[in-house]
């Protein structure tokens, strides 16, 4: 198989789909890699190291596109890679489609194969190519809403740990999955006085048997939260309903009672955002104001630190391309319902419930078009 990789284009995006590691065993396997030139040097993986490893290096993106039977991505494709995605091509990359209409029928348009990494399973329920970035966007969380506490930053002018005789900073979590957790090690470790929401009590069980008094844990009850977060001075947004728009859990009239100069985070901006507020921002220009209230809401959080975050993902993501490619993109959808489960676009047809439903556009069921 012809796999592409294109340099990332996305604001301050210099994560890559492959590492030199990744290209080299597929050269072994027979396939054939074709890497952007520059596509890994931002983060220390050179043209030369790819060529190494075996990889046919490439002048642009449009020949990437032109030439490859597979692209390999990591954030999903803008509207420029759209318009050359075509009929016999399969995407691999995250798509976050239920936010995103345009992008949505842009890849209906294309007639492409896209496979969105965020919803691929694995056999014990859990998203294993998410799980890497939402463990390092977790951990950013709280580095993030640490920096934007300074009163030079915007902040309240708040320590996160505070000092004997000063109260640390109060920090609120809403949602206990890979992201909550994440950041409530970095938080509890930071000496924060952390609080954290779900609704999965044995999730809520485990992080008291963990962290004992050092955490209070809440079921999420729409009053109790209002209380908290209100109180707070951090609040992380780490809610995800997979493939689904994020619940909207803080609603403006919450933030319009939140201390002046409190931090919010909010990690689900890839998929709408759980505070009633967010809208997307960037690395080049991360945070905005509310009614007094900070908000920080990039949307490709793990970018900033993307050359540990490209080895996190391809270490997850590399056996699915392996599988693409040694047994054909059809064949290898067939056989493995987890990888299958990804699917979200295939001959113009949607196959995405999630994604269906928060747009209301017709869906197919993924089993039925590949057996056709």
């Known amino acids: 198989m012809i796999i592409g990789v294109p340099q990332e284009v996305k604001n301050n995006e210099y994560r890559v789909g492959l590492t030199p590691g990744n290209v080299n065993s597929l050269c072994q396997r027979g396939h054939c890699v074709l890497v952007q030139r520059g596509a890994g040097a931002q983060i220390g993986l050179s043209d030369d190291a790819y060529q190494v490893a075996g990889a046919t290096l490439i002048n642009s993106a449009a020949e990437i596109f032109q030439k490859a039977e597979m692209i390999v991505k990591v954030k999903e494709p803008q509207p420029q890679e759209c318009a050359m995605l075509r009929e016999d091509q399969t995407l691999f990359t995250y798509l976050h489609l239920a936010p995103d209409p345009a992008q949505t029928l842009a890849l209906m348009k294309s007639g492409a194969t896209c496979i969105a990494y965020e919803t691929v399973t694995a056999a014990n329920g859990l998203l294993p190519l998410l799980a890497p970035m939402s463990e390092v966007a977790g951990r950013m969380s709280i580095q993030a809403a640490a ?5 030079s930053n915007g902040g309240l002018g708040v320590l996160m740990a ?38 999965d009590i044995d999730r809520l069980r485990q992080i008291d048997l963990t962290y004992g008094n050092r955490v209070r844990t809440f079921y999420a009850d729409g009053l109790l939260i209002e209380q908290e977060v209100c109180e707070a001075d951090v609040v992380i947004g780490a809610v995800l309903l997979p493939g689904a728009a994020a619940p909207k859990l803080v609603t403006r009239e919450m933030i319009k009672k939140m201390k002046k100069g409190a931090v919010i985070v909010d990690v689900a901006i890839d998929q709408g955002g759980c505070f009633e507020t967010s809208q997307p921002t960037t690395h080049a220009d991360p945070t905005f104001v509310v009614d ?25 993501t590399y056996p699915f391309v392996e599988a693409l490619a040694d047994h054909g993109v059809l064949q290898a959808l067939s056989i493995n319902r987890h990888l299958c489960n990804g699917l979200s676009v295939h001959k113009g047809e949607l196959t995405s419930l999630p994604v269906a439903q928060a747009q209301g556009l017709k869906y197919s069921l993924a089993e039925d078009l590949l057996a056709a």
């Open 147 to 151: 920096t934007h506490l300074e009163k």
């Open 292 to 316: 007094g209230v900070l908000h920080y809401c990039v949307a490709n959080m793990p970018g900033a630190v993307a050359r540990t975050s490209t080895f996190a993902l391809t270490n997850a």
């Open 162 to 199: 505070g000092v004997p005789g000063v109260s640390p900073a109060k920090v609120v979590i809403l949602g206990g999955g890979v992201v909550g957790r994440n950041a409530l090690q970095l938080a509890v470790g930071m000496g924060a006085d952390v609080c954290i929401f779900d609704r």
